[in-house]
Nanobody, 112 residues
Framework: QVQFVESGGGLVQPGGSLRLSCAAS????????MSWYRQAPGKGREWVAS????????NYADSVKDRFTISRDNAKSTVSLQMNDLKPVDTAVYYC?????RGQGTQVTVSS
């Protein structure tokens, strides 16, 4: 079955960095656009970034543009999210997904 397993979350101070990873299985990863989403406490799910099948095209929410970078490794069926200059408003559970499905998520907390 389709499965996404996120990792790499944690507690970081404002201005710090984290790298999230997502291992995908159960579908043809190299033919699937992949995305990251997040959900902050008390808020709805927010799309963060997407990457095309080859990785040549990426798109970002305005709130994370120039701070976050999405990438993928089709040989390993993984997608990553490098997050720099983190802010308290970035605190959320981060999910990777495709086709309306997503994983369990990984918690990112930005706090001093």
């Amino acid at each position: 079955q389709v499965q996404f397993v996120e990792s790499g979350g944690g507690l970081v101070q404002p201005g710090g960095s984290l790298r999230l990873s997502c291992a995908a299985s159960g579908f043809t990863f190299s033919s699937t656009t992949m995305s990251w989403y997040r959900q902050a406490p008390g808020k709805g799910r927010e799309w963060v970034a997407s990457i095309s099948t080859s990785g040549s095209s990426t798109n970002y929410a305005d709130s994370v543009k120039d701070r976050f970078t999405i990438s993928r490794d089709n040989a390993k069926s993984t997608v990553s999210l490098q997050m720099n200059d983190l802010k308290p408003v970035d605190t959320a559970v981060y999910y990777c997904g495709a086709g309306g499905e997503r994983g369990q998520g990984t918690q990112v907390t930005v706090s001093s």
